[in-house]
């Protein structure tokens, strides 16, 4: 009919592909994800690094690299949140878009979905809503907090629970408490139907990378300087670190004595001591773990005919994890990680603790240390009521938990209805998007 109204187009086709990013400080966990299959993710260094020699490595590059002596990294995330853009950028070309990009990504047939730290600037999240439409150009984009994506894995399957075998796996979770403890810091936050209870949601300042400086000061102040050696000293950390589940009984197995007193748990090792022979960039470019033998540790430092560098670890094994739940060791004025649990559920009402105290997974890379998941258990039960039933698991992967529940998220109908389109940011502008981004969608 001349001079009709035009019907309203269907808009662009909704793209196949999903490109999932962890955007982590210490590592980007990266895949695809389409409607057929799911990657497996690669965990990419989210670094520049540079040697002493002054050559540079970018993001995987840094695979290459066999002398880690002194090395320095520029990283583009500081706490959580990307506040170097220049980095980050170099480090997503060389990865996903330049011509011999390990994981090849065309932008404009692509949909991005981004984790991201909860509480973000208004500032820092507008200017990624920016990179992403505007420097990179996706079809379609989704940014979400990072940790609340873990509702969309199988939570009931971590924790092993009985179910008939036709039963379908219900996602998102219907209430999770998700504890992510990774390189920046560690976040408390629980969960509900998908949706994360902001006013809950509780940070503590200790991550790997305070562990890692403080176990490398302690390390300077005992044996060698190990204060320009953070890349040794955290691949250190990750070999010989647990969590004690009777501290003050392990540090007593520790203490060397008074002046002239041989005690026999010290003189030992008591099970704790361990040897750590550092890399030399020649013959050995890791470190390695051997059990500590006191005879064989003496007779070679009297011979001097040892060519190794050896540490010899005992309390420093178990009072760098500590951390996580008694920071005021260092002078942190916060509360452990059991207590910060305790402060987030007292802000919700109590009919939420049964189902958020039964269902509480545990992910990020310092989740891998040994007796974690039972101390932090055992802290919980002293301070909920007896009747409380207390679970806490982690899944088979901290590291990738979080990209993979983003795996399915992407392939659930919830990410269609809270994406953004390129043609939308282009009309609505950037308010827009972070607006509806914040709102995400109503509880049912």
């Not at 899944?395 to 938990?401: G, K």
Request: aromatic share 8%; charged share 25%; glycine share 8%.
């Amino acid at each position: 009919m001349a001079g009709g109204r035009k019907s309203r187009s269907a808009g662009p086709v909704p793209p196949s592909v999903t490109l999932v990013l962890d955007n982590g400080a210490d590592t980007i966990k990266a895949g695809f994800a389409t409607a057929e299959q799911t990657d497996e993710p690669r965990v990419i260094p989210n670094c520049i690094a540079r040697d002493r020699h002054h050559k540079s490595y970018v993001g995987s590059e840094l695979a290459r690299c066999k002398d880690f002596g002194e090395i320095a990294f520029r990283r583009p995330v500081e706490k959580g949140y990307i506040v170097n853009w220049e980095a980050q950028k170099e480090i997503w070309d060389r990865e996903f878009f330049d011509d011999k990009a390990p994981q090849k990504c065309d932008p404009s047939e692509s949909r991005l979905l981004l984790g991201e730290h909860s509480n973000s600037l208004p500032a820092l999240a507008t200017h990624c809503d920016q990179v992403v439409f505007e420097e990179y150009g996706f079809s379609s984009y989704y940014r979400g907090i990072g940790p609340v994506f873990n509702a969309y894995n199988d939570i009931q399957g971590i924790f092993l629970t009985q179910r008939e075998p036709d039963a379908t796996v219900q996602t998102p979770a219907e209430i999770v408490l998700l504890i992510d403890s990774g390189y920046s810091n560690t976040t408390v936050t629980p969960i509900l139907q998908g949706r994360p209870l902001h006013q809950a949601i509780r940070r503590l300042d200790v991550g790997g990378k305070m562990m890692t400086n403080y176990l490398a000061r302690l390390l300077s102040v005992r044996h060698f300087d190990m204060r320009n050696e953070t890349y040794i000293v955290n691949e250190m950390k990750e070999a010989v670190g647990y969590v004690s589940l009777d501290f003050k009984g392990d540090l007593e197995k520790c203490w060397k004595g008074t002046r002239g007193e041989r005690r026999e748990d010290y003189l030992s090792g008591a099970g704790i001591a361990k040897d750590y022979v550092l890399p030399d960039s020649h013959t050995r470019f890791k470190g390695v773990v051997r059990d500590y033998d006191p005879s064989v540790s003496l007779k070679a430092r009297k011979a001097g005919v040892t060519s190794e560098d050896v540490l010899t670890l005992r309390n420093e094994r178990f009072v760098v994890p500590e951390l996580i739940f008694n920071p005021a060791d260092v002078g942190l004025r916060q509360p452990g990680l059991a207590d910060l649990i305790m402060q987030s559920l007292s802000v919700l009402p109590i009919g939420l603790w049964p189902g958020l105290l039964a269902n509480i997974v545990v992910v990020g890379g310092n989740a891998l240390f040994d007796n974690f998941i039972q101390r932090l258990q055992t802290e919980i039960l002293t301070r909920v009521p007896d009747d409380c039933i207390v679970r806490v698991a982690r899944p088979a992967d901290p590291i990738t938990s979080t990209w993979k529940g983003m795996a399915s998220f992407a392939k659930h109908e919830t990410a269609s209805k809270l994406a953004v389109t390129k043609q939308e940011y282009d009309e609505n502008g950037a308010g827009w998007v972070a607006r509806k981004f914040a709102s995400g969608l109503p509880l049912e």
